[in-house]
T-cell receptor
Framework: DAGVIQSPRHEVTEMGQEVTLRCKPI?????LFWYRQTMMRGLELLIY????????DSGMPEDRFSAKMPNASFSTLKIQPSEPRDSAVYFC????????????FGPGTRLLVL | QKEVEQDPGPLSVPEGAIVSLNCTYS??????FMWYRQYSRKGPELLMY????GNKEDGRFTAQVDKSSKYISLFIRDSQPSDSATYLC???????????FGSGTRLQVQP
């Protein structure tokens, strides 16, 4: 299996621009998570989906952030408009079943907002 | 105060040393405890998982949970340079499926 796939791996953009991060979970996995990692705040959960339905979005910082999962094999995290404080590494992770503990993380997208 | 506290390190040890990594937490509802390892510029990967209190051993790694003290530990025996990474503790309660992570401890094992 290819593992969790994220794109792009690196993104540099200017403040105010729209940013879209993409994730393809492991085939057959039913849960998908979006995390953000910074030096100051560590790894924070933004949102997670079970069977393509958002279950907990309490970690989404504000209305500028939105996430979708139109089908079991694809999810997007969008930031519009982006701000310098959004600079971080964004990870996507998937899990086979809700009752399993192991989350498989992708390689992350390094976002820099200038 | 954060729900999960973890010393950020860095922790530098010689090859072959025993390493002790620790987390404290404040939420008494946490029942599931995990340790993730994250190499530089990679995503975290699950290393150990324990439920409630007790010990669990896997090769050179031992995870301990002391719920009465709200304290968890990861011990690495005979540490190797390949163990150099950031170690993140993570935990959750029975109701919420999402994890709360510590900030991570950076470990450097010197050859």
């Amino acid at each position: 299996d290819a593992g969790v796939i994220q794109s792009p791996r690196h993104e540099v953009t200017e403040m105010g621009q729209e940013v879209t991060l993409r994730c393809k979970p492991i085939s057959g996995h039913n849960s998908l998570f979006w995390y953000r990692q910074t030096m100051m705040r560590g790894l924070e959960l933004l949102i997670y989906f079970n069977n393509n339905v958002p279950i907990d979005d309490s970690g989404m910082p504000e209305d500028r952030f939105s996430a979708k999962m139109p089908n079991a094999s694809f999810s997007t995290l969008k930031i519009q408009p982006s701000e310098p404080r959004d600079s971080a590494v964004y990870f996507c992770a998937s899990r086979r079943r809700p009752l399993e503990e192991t989350q498989y993380f992708g390689p992350g997208t390094r976002l820099l907002v200038l | 105060q954060k729900e999960v506290e973890q010393d950020p390190g860095p922790l530098s040890v010689p090859e072959g040393a025993i390493v002790s990594l620790n987390c404290t937490y404040s939420n008494s509802a946490f029942q599931y405890f995990m340790w993730y390892r994250q190499y530089s510029r990679k995503g975290p990967e699950l290393l150990m998982y324990t439920y409630s209190s007790g010990n669990k051993e896997d090769g050179r790694f031992t995870a301990q949970v002391d719920k009465s003290s709200k304290y968890i530990s990861l011990f690495i025996r005979d540490s190797q340079p390949s163990d150099s990474a950031t170690y993140l503790c993570a935990m959750r309660d029975t109701g919420r499926r999402a994890l709360t992570f510590g900030s991570g401890t950076r470990l450097q094992v010197q050859p």
